[in-house]
C-alpha cells in the first residue's frame, strides 16, 4: 500500500498570493508583503526574513511598505525599507545558562577514551544551544516566534527556534548528561504549545501553526520519568498528551480498507494552498513551473 504525503502548493500565481495560510499575519504568513520580499530574493535563505522580528508595529510597517510603492517597490526601497524595519533573526532570543555538571556520569561507563572524549564534547556543547525568549526586546506581536515561557534547545544553524522532534532526540542528551531542569523546561514549552494551539507545531513560529511533526510529546515525557522518576510531571502532562493525541485523531486520521477490515491510520496533511513562507519563492516557482493541477500538490 502507498501512502502519500500530501502538501498543497500554489495554486494561484498572482502577487500577494491569498489562500488557506498557515497563519493570518500579513507580514509572515500570507499577503503582499511577503510576497514581494520574498520573490525579491533579498536573501540566499527565504527563511531569513519571516524569522526577524518587526522593530514597530505591524500597522506602521505596512504603511511604510505602502509607502515606498508595495508590490512595485524597487529591489533597493525593499532592502532599506526590511533593514529598517526589521532587526536579526533571533534578535528576541538570549543565550541562557544551564547547570553546572562538568562531568555526567554517563561517562563513567565509557571505556574507550576516544568516544568518552568525543561524550565530554557533546556535553560541553549543551551551553552554546539553549535559548530563553525575551520579547520585551520588540514590541507587541512583532515576532514570528511562537511565546515560550522556559528555557529550551536550538538545532543551531539557520534554527534558531525550538523543534518538535529535534527537541526529543536533543533530551536523549540532556537527560544522559544530567541536565533534568533544562529537559523539563524543554518539555513544559511543548506542553504550552499542545495548550494554547491544540497540538505542537513544526516548530515555534507562527508559519508553522498548519504543521506538525512526529508526535513524540508522550515519548518524552516518558523518557523524563525514566530518569528523574518524577511522578508528578506524568500526572501533570498526562491531560495535555490526550489533548494532543484527540488532535490526530480529530485531524489526521483516515480509514484504510484492506481485506475487508478498517484500519485507522495518521497521516501527515497540510491543508493550505499558498507556499510556506520560509521556503516561499521555491514552493511558487516550483508551482508555475508545472502544468497540472495534480502535480501542483
Known amino acids: 500500500m502507498h501512502m502519500r504525503y500530501t502538501y498543497y502548493v500554489l495554486l494561484v500565481f498572482g502577487a500577494g498570493v491569498m489562500g488557506r495560510a498557515p497563519c493570518d499575519s500579513p507580514i509572515y504568513c500570507q499577503g503582499d508583503l511577503l510576497h514581494t520580499v520574498q520573490m525579491a530574493k533579498l536573501f540566499a535563505d527565504d527563511k531569513t526574513f519571516v524569522d526577524r522580528p518587526m522593530l514597530q508595529p505591524e500597522a506602521s510597517v505596512l504603511a511604510e511598505f505602502a509607502r515606498i510603492g508595495g508590490a512595485n517597490a524597487t529591489r533597493a526601497a525593499l532592502e532599506l525599507f526590511v533593514e529598517e524595519n526589521f532587526g536579526s533573526a533571533g534578535y528576541e532570543l538570549q543565550s541562557a545558562n544551564i547547570e553546572a555538571i562538568h562531568d555526567p556520569s554517563f561517562l563513567d561507563r565509557v571505556q574507550d577514551p576516544v568516544v568518552q572524549a568525543f561524550g565530554r564534547a557533546v556535553h560541553g556543547m549543551w551551553g552554546q544551544l539553549v535559548r530563553v525568549q525575551d520579547l520585551s526586546r520588540v514590541c507587541p506581536n512583532c515576532s514570528s516566534m511562537l511565546e515560550l515561557k522556559h528555557r529550551f534547545v536550538v538545532p543551531g544553524g539557520r534554527f534558531v527556534e525550538p523543534y518538535y522532534w529535534d527537541t526529543y532526540f536533543a533530551l536523549e542528551g540532556v537527560l544522559r548528561s544530567g541536565l533534568h531542569e533544562l529537559a ?96 516561499y519563492s521555491d514552493d511558487y516557482e516550483l508551482a508555475r513551473n508545472v502544468s497540472s493541477s495534480d502535480e501542483r500538490r
Open 184 to 279: 523539563t523546561e524543554s518539555i513544559r514549552n511543548l506542553l504550552d504549545l499542545v495548550t494554547k494551539h491544540g497540538f505542537v507545531p513544526n516548530g515555534a513560529r507562527v508559519y508553522y501553526l498548519s504543521r506538525s511533526q512526529p508526535p513524540l510529546l508522550a515519548l518524552m515525557v516518558k523518557l523524563h520519568y525514566e530518569f528523574t522518576h518524577d511522578a508528578s510531571f506524568v500526572c501533570e502532562a498526562l491531560p495535555v498528551l490526550r489533548r494532543e493525541h484527540d488532535y490526530w485523531m480529530d485531524k489526521h486520521k483516515v480509514n484504510v480498507h484492506v481485506s475487508n477490515r478498517v484500519w485507522e491510520l495518521n497521516r501527515y496533511f497540510v491543508d493550505i494552498d499558498v507556499p510556506r513562507p520560509e521556503s
